[in-house]
């Protein structure tokens, strides 16, 4: 069993900054990769930023040079540093752990954490 906790979420104006954060614990072990996905109201879960085992990462189109995840192997922590904030990026952020587990791979995922935009 993985425990994903998520924290940092909040309301911003529109230019401001968060941080995310996720915490990760259990059963980790054969990590391929930590994400962050969100969700806004009546759209699809979209991948927002991932950072392999390798440390590797990749962005959506729609917050490159605006958000940049991070990871820390000793805390088995990610993170995610998110700077001028749009409107559009109100959602329920959501961490995700990517892991090889008996030939195939297993996703776990945590509860969310709200990010709102608003002036």
């Known amino acids: 069993q993985v425990q994903l906790v998520e924290s940092g979420g909040g309301l911003v104006q529109p230019g401001g900054s968060l941080r995310l954060s996720c915490a990760a614990s259990?059963?980790?072990?054969?990590?391929?990769?930590m994400a962050w996905f969100r969700q806004a109201p009546g759209k699809q879960r979209e991948l927002v930023a991932t950072?392999?085992?390798?440390?590797?990462?990749n962005y959506a189109d729609a917050v490159k040079g605006r958000f940049t995840i991070s990871r820390d192997n000793v805390k088995n922590m990610v993170y995610l540093q998110m700077n001028s904030l749009k409107p559009e990026d109100k959602a329920l952020y959501y961490c995700?752990?990517?892991?090889?587990?008996?030939?195939?791979?297993?996703?776990?995922w945590g509860q969310g954490t709200q990010v709102t935009v608003s002036s």
């Open positions: 995700n752990l990517k892991r090889w587990v008996l030939a195939s791979y297993s996703n776990d």
């Open positions: 259990g059963s980790i072990f054969n990590i391929y990769s």
């Open positions: 950072v392999t085992n390798t440390g590797s990462t």
